[in-house]
């Protein structure tokens, strides 16, 4: 999991966005990819919203934080492979100045850090998973050997 710290031009003021697990994408020393959701006009109907996936990829080039929105290419052919195009590039800056790292926080049982690490209670469940009630382990074969006919 993770919180994005982003900044609201009109409101003039900062705002947090929590992504989950499942919508972090990829990620690198200097780069996040995130998954999200966008609402955009219907081009059949004005009044009407259509939500579209989108992706947020967060990352510093030459010691610059920018901000690439890609979305999937209108009018390709039912079938054919998806194209993805930048729909928006940003620069955030603060106070005029451009930000040099990305303002993302991770969140984890070990602290801020974006590292893959085995889940604190994997042992605990490994060691109940392979034992039965009388405290042998059995394996994956336990249940079918106990519930055999005799």
Do not use: H
């Not at 982003?6 to 499942?22: C, Q, S």
């Not at 990819?33 to 030459?62: C, N």
């Not at 039965?132 to 005799?150: M, N, Q, R, W, Y």
């Amino acid at each position: 999991m993770g919180i994005l710290v982003d900044y609201d031009d009109t409101a003039k003021r900062a705002y947090l966005v929590a992504y989950t697990a499942e919508n972090i994408t990829n990620w690198g020393d200097d780069f996040i990819v995130l998954k999200e959701s966008a609402f955009v006009p219907d081009g059949a109907d004005r009044f009407e919203l259509k939500e579209i996936e989108q992706y947020r990829e967060l990352l510093v080039e030459d010691k610059v934080y920018k901000v690439r929105i890609w979305r999937k290419k209108e009018g390709v052919v039912a079938g054919a492979a998806e194209e993805w195009q930048i729909a928006e590039e940003l620069t955030p800056t603060k106070l005029g100045v451009s930000l040099t790292e990305i303002p993302f926080f991770w969140l984890s049982c070990f602290g801020q850090s974006g590292k893959i690490e085995k889940p604190p209670l994997l042992s605990l469940v490994e060691s109940v998973m392979g034992s039965d009630s009388c405290g042998v382990g059995l394996g994956p074969i336990g249940p079918k050997k106990t519930a055999l006919k005799t």
